[in-house]
């Protein structure tokens, strides 16, 4: 006998993906990337002193590759105009861009990946408020910075004072450079592309987005070297905390959304046409195992074995 399903259940994991719902959370993502930048203001002299440690730690390493990137952007306005432009503007189309397709085209992967994203993400935060960081273009000119950003910045929508909109440059926490969610966001971008892109040109852009972002933040003097490294290790423990903390949520769900009610067959009452789950018959009409009923004189069309006398012969009188 065929095993009755319950309606809808094959539909429960992709139920709970709408678009209604995941907005907000894509929004709070946002939200919380700029007020955290916002708030997290710290003291400007620590954020200096931050900033000078992590140069001089560079230059100690001979890996403050800053200085040439910055001299090149801010030479040629043919390199330093276009890295300004994806400074300020590509983290903001390219990742929800993602998140889109993910969402539209790659459902069962979606969830992981928004985790991801949104782990990392707070992470970041939390860096942001414990160590306040300075970023090279707002060092003294003895340190060899120049802002491209404020140098480019009648080509561009951004004023001279940050890369938020023009009068808008005093609302932004300048002071948040460690780690680079730019660069971090860049690679969670490069991994959704390079692990279910299909094309070429999908995985090209896997390597090259990450790659470019990570040039044009030290090419713009946003950020060093050493943001961008931590940039991807806050992305490396945002994965690793992303599927436990899914687990969590989903057993915190469960607990507090109430549980379906088990389906129950509905009672069978005389004249019933419905023998079993998922199973009719009419009058008249043989079901498995049914045996012949007594057919004679006082015979009822339609009458059960049981009214047969279970088939058995009748006595002779």
Same mark, same amino acid.
């Given at each position: 006998?065929?095993?009755?399903?319950?309606?809808?259940?094959?539909? #429960?994991?992709?139920?709970?993906?709408?678009?209604?719902?995941?907005?907000?959370?894509?929004?709070?993502?946002? %939200?919380?990337?700029? #007020?955290?930048?916002?708030? #997290?203001?710290?003291?400007?002299?620590?954020?200096?002193?931050?900033?000078?440690?992590?140069?001089?730690?560079?230059?100690?390493?001979?890996?403050?590759?800053?200085? +040439?990137?910055?001299?090149?952007?801010?030479?040629?306005?043919?390199?330093?105009? +276009?890295?300004?432009?994806?400074?300020?503007?590509?983290?903001?189309?390219?990742?929800?861009?993602?998140?889109?397709?993910?969402?539209?085209?790659?459902?069962?992967?979606?969830?992981?990946?928004?985790?991801?994203?949104?782990?990392?993400?707070?992470?970041?935060?939390?860096?942001?408020?414990?160590?306040?960081?300075?970023?090279?273009?707002?060092? &003294?000119?003895?340190?060899?910075?120049?802002? !491209? *950003?404020?140098?480019? &910045?009648?080509?561009?929508?951004?004023?001279?004072?940050?890369?938020?909109?023009?009068?808008?440059?005093?609302? !932004?926490?300048?002071?948040?450079? *460690?780690?680079?969610?730019?660069?971090?966001?860049?690679?969670?971008?490069?991994?959704?592309?390079?692990?279910?892109?299909?094309?070429?040109?999908?995985?090209?852009?896997?390597?090259?987005?990450?790659?470019? !972002? #990570?040039?044009?933040?030290?090419?713009?003097?946003?950020?060093?070297?050493?943001?961008?490294?931590?940039?991807?290790?806050?992305?490396?423990?945002?994965?690793?905390?992303?599927?436990?903390? &899914?687990?969590?949520?989903?057993?915190?769900?469960?607990?507090?959304?109430?549980?379906?009610?088990?389906?129950?067959?509905?009672?069978?009452?005389?004249? &019933?046409?419905?023998?079993?789950?998922?199973?009719?018959?009419?009058?008249?009409?043989?079901?498995?195992?049914?045996?012949?009923?007594?057919?004679?004189? %006082?015979?009822?069309?339609?009458?059960? +074995?049981?009214?047969?006398?279970?088939?058995? +012969?009748?006595?002779?009188?």
């Amino acid at each position: 006998m065929p095993q009755a399903e319950t309606p809808g259940a094959g539909k #429960a994991r992709t139920a709970r993906l709408r678009w209604w719902t995941e907005l907000p959370l894509i929004l709070l993502v946002y %939200g919380s990337y700029s #007020a955290g930048r916002l708030l #997290a203001r710290g003291d400007v002299s620590d954020a200096v002193d931050h900033g000078l440690a992590i140069l001089r730690l560079e230059k100690l390493l001979h890996i403050d590759a800053e200085h +040439p990137l910055n001299r090149l952007f801010t030479r040629d306005a043919w390199l330093g105009i +276009p890295a300004d432009f994806w400074y300020a503007s590509l983290h903001y189309l390219v990742t929800p861009a993602l998140l889109i397709w993910l969402f539209r085209r790659r459902a069962e992967r979606y969830r992981a990946a928004r985790t991801w994203l949104m782990t990392s993400t707070f992470i970041g935060l939390i860096g942001f408020t414990l160590l306040p960081t300075c970023p090279p273009r707002l060092l &003294s000119p003895g340190n060899g910075f120049v802002d !491209t *950003m404020a140098h480019y &910045s009648s080509y561009g929508w951004w004023g001279g004072d940050a890369s938020a909109p023009r009068g808008l440059g005093g609302m !932004t926490n300048q002071y948040a450079a *460690m780690p680079s969610l730019h660069v971090g966001w860049a690679l969670w971008c490069g991994v959704m592309l390079w692990r279910h892109g299909r094309t070429r040109w999908a995985k090209a852009a896997a390597v090259v987005y990450p790659l470019l !972002t #990570a040039l044009v933040v030290m090419g713009t003097a946003n950020h060093y070297l050493l943001d961008a490294v931590a940039g991807v290790a806050v992305m490396g423990v945002g994965l690793l905390l992303s599927r436990p903390l &899914s687990r969590a949520v989903d057993v915190v769900r469960a607990r507090l959304l109430p549980r379906s009610a088990p389906v129950t067959a509905a009672p069978q009452t005389s004249g &019933s046409s419905i023998v079993s789950a998922g199973c009719q018959t009419s009058t008249g009409e043989r079901i498995p195992r049914q045996r012949i009923s007594r057919t004679g004189p %006082g015979a009822e069309p339609g009458a059960s +074995p049981a009214d047969a006398g279970d088939g058995a +012969p009748a006595a002779t009188r």
